[in-house]
């Protein structure tokens, strides 16, 4: 998963997942956010593969291709590039 607990506070992943009670951080599989004047879906999982193997990544993978073409993508929150840049790293 992406780590994302120096997103603000009220972003939300698309996906998010539970943590260990132990170590309570904010990460997720898939999120959607504005980015500078251009729009965001970004995801952890490997589609590319899972799509070839499973009919749920397949199924996955076609969704969210549907998604970001339709008008439905519009993603309210915004993340600078500095924040994605530590997504990515």
């Known amino acids: ?9 009220d972003f939300k992943p698309l996906v998010q997942m539970i943590p260990d009670w132990n170590n309570n951080r904010k990460i997720g599989l898939i999120i959607e956010a504005k980015v500078g004047k251009g729009k965001l879906l970004m995801t952890s999982i490997d589609l590319t ?41």
């Open 49 to 89: 593969s899972l799509k070839e193997k499973s009919p749920v990544g397949k199924q996955m993978y076609y969704s969210l291709m549907e998604y970001i073409n339709s008008q439905a993508f519009n993603p309210q929150e915004e993340l600078t590039v500095e924040m994605v840049d530590k997504i990515l790293k």
């Open 1 to 9: 998963p992406m780590l994302l607990n120096h997103t603000p506070y």
